[in-house]
């Protein structure tokens, strides 16, 4: 008698028929599971409403929610300037449904954190960047300068008297205002916030003299004329920022600074689904209506190609550690 465990060819090649056919018939179901995205994207920002990462954060965020069918909702997680929310990030699961808005101030951070629970060079990944711009030499209109050259001159008559105001120790405001201060050989006291809105709130009430940030961070503030611009960052003065010089070349030569804005992903998510977020990312970036916001922001569209992205956290995080040693940024 034969065993049911040991089946005839016919029975064999049966199954294996009846396999091909469901294998055939699965597919589509295969192929539909995978779908990307198959819920909400959450986009975790980790610095408080109202700076630059975070404006520019929800305008990408309409534009990939009308292409892909999904909510693409931006979740600010502060603290820690900027560490706080990307460390949730890097916990999360590497399948693109939540994704780390950031700028060039994490990496920045990351060069004077001694000991952070997570590998800031390799724990996220950029899988699409937004745009790059100089920053803005903004000061109260109390302070008695129309000049980089008169501020310069105030502050070296007056060491250590004239505050400047941050997003938090080790970020961009805090490192181009400490390179500003070496360059031009002047003592400036550093006072950080949490969070870029908060710092040029402060400065708009007077409880600072002066801030280096982006343009879409101060513009408000500007236009309120609580504020005023002295000069870019940009080594000359760019059409970006039209009317203002550049400090370079206003009495501190030499000085340069550029901010960038993007969006990265927990270290692991695939090769194949960073490129499904980067085309999408670049389309709405393509957009007449992206163009435009970015033109009001001072800030041009940074289509870095997805073969650039893997060294691109190694590379600035070491520039950084070299920038820390020249304007004295000590290690926290």
Known sequence: MKSFLQPTRYATATV?????ILAGCAAPVAFAQTAFPSRNIQVITPYPPGGSIDVIARAVAVRLTEMWGKNVVVDNRPGAS??????????????????????????????VRDKLPFDPARAIVP????ARAPMILAIHPSVP??????????????????NYSSSGTGGNNHFSGALFAAAAGVKLTHIPYKGIAPAVTALAAGEVELVIASAAAVNPQLKANRIRALAVTSAEPTPLLPGLPAIAQSGVPGYTYELWWGMFAPAGISAERIGVIHAAISKALATPEM?????GESSEAWLLPVSQFSELLPKEIERYKKAAKLAGVTAQ
């Open 291 to 295: 163009k435009k916001f970015l033109d």
């Open 82 to 111: 900027g560490m706080i929310g990307t460390e949730l990030a890097t916990r999360a699961e590497p399948d693109g449904h939540t994704l780390l808005a950031h700028t060039s101030s994490y990496p920045a951070t990351a060069a």
């Open 16 to 20: 294996m028929a009846t396999a091909l």
């Open 127 to 130: 899988v699409g960047m937004f």
């Open 145 to 162: 300068a129309k000049s980089v050259k008169e501020l310069v001159a105030l502050a070296k008559k007056n060491p250590n008297t004239l």
